[in-house]
């Protein structure tokens, strides 16, 4: 076992890790599981519905976190998109985010837990279709 003074102190330093190298898949040391939804389906230009959910370890909802979303294509040149997610039910937070143009995304997802601690998810979204 890690002493979770140890963790308080790699997160930050793993947050900024993940934000430069954006493509590595981020791991959970806090046992919260991610699942995602992202509509319309198939996924086209314009306003997306990305809808995430928060799990603990016991399979309660994560409540009260903060999540950013930060959207950017594959190819350089073109600068991220942003989205705030809003809590609409507990441990469901749904966020609208403005897939500008057609080609491959990925959207990475900042997440502050209501104690603080910081976690990072990478979701690919690949192929948004011109309208
Ligand atoms: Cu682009």
Redesign the pocket.
């Given at each position: 076992m890690i002493p979770s003074s140890i963790l308080a102190v790699a997160a930050p330093l793993f947050l900024a890790f993940v934000v430069t190298a954006c493509n590595k898949p981020t791991e959970e040391s806090s046992g919260v599981t991610i699942e995602h939804e992202i509509t319309p389906h198939p996924v086209r230009v314009g306003p997306a519905t990305l809808t995430l959910r928060l799990a603990d370890a016991r399979r309660q909802p994560v409540t009260g976190a903060s999540i950013m979303l930060e959207g950017n294509?594959s190819?350089a040149g073109?600068s991220p998109v942003f989205a705030q997610a809003k809590e609409t039910e507990p441990g469901r937070y749904q966020a609208i985010v403005d897939l500008?143009?057609a080609?491959d995304w990925n959207i990475l997802t900042h997440i502050t837990l209501a104690g603080g601690q910081k976690l990072e998810r990478q979701l690919d979204v690949k192929g948004v279709r011109a309208n």
């Open positions: 294509m190819h073109m500008s143009m080609g």
